[in-house]
């Protein structure tokens, strides 16, 4: 393993800052596929079609990178149906109070061990399991700065508000560029999925 990798440079940048459309248009999906969320099952569906688009935008630019499957796109998916369902379900949907923290605590705990698993698959090295705390920690800090720093109503809505997604996109990002640079080179990377 190689821990003095070149660091990713402004393509890496440019692609994980293009990757913020992502969480408007998964937004936009959801409240198109289930309209205002108001039980774990729509929960789902939104979850589910939110964390699709997430995934698809997050992998067009990760897979430059990285030799990641299109399994980024399910995992994501997957993994914000259940922390999405499982929060409305234990906490309902009241964006008051620390309600709307908490499941976005669970929200993204789903997404980030999802991505995790593929992750520490591709990468290989003891510092992945970082991504997953810090999808966790960021999915929680995105509804925070859209919600109650900057005051947008979030009354139904799968994701966080375009301010809450930026300040995700740039700690996510940050996190990446770390995990990168402690990634195997890109042969051994590729014999290792092979």
Do not use: C, K
């Amino acid at each position: 393993m190689m821990d003095n990798q070149q660091s990713p440079g402004w393509r890496f940048w440019a692609g994980w800052g293009l990757a913020f459309v992502g969480l408007p248009l998964g937004g936009l999906a959801a409240s198109a596929l289930v309209g205002a969320i108001n039980s774990a099952d729509e929960g789902l569906l939104a979850g589910a079609a939110t964390g699709a688009v997430v995934g698809a935008a997050q992998w067009l630019a990760l897979s430059r990178r990285l030799p990641l499957s299109p399994w980024w796109i399910a995992a994501t998916s997957a993994g914000m149906a259940a922390g999405l369902a499982l929060g409305i379900q234990l906490l309902g949907t009241a964006m008051d109070g620390n309600a709307v923290l908490l499941r976005g605590l669970l929200t993204g705990a789903g997404i980030g061990l999802a991505q995790t698993v593929l992750l520490h698959r591709t990468i290989g090295n003891a510092t992945t399991p970082l991504w997953g705390a810090v999808v966790t920690v960021g999915w929680a800090l995105g509804w925070l700065i859209s919600g109650r720093v900057v005051g947008v109503d979030l009354t139904n809505w799968a994701v966080f508000g375009s301010t809450g997604a930026w300040a995700f996109q740039l700690l996510t990002g940050l996190t990446l560029a770390y995990l990168l640079r402690r990634a195997p080179a890109p042969a051994h990377r590729l014999a290792s999925i092979v």
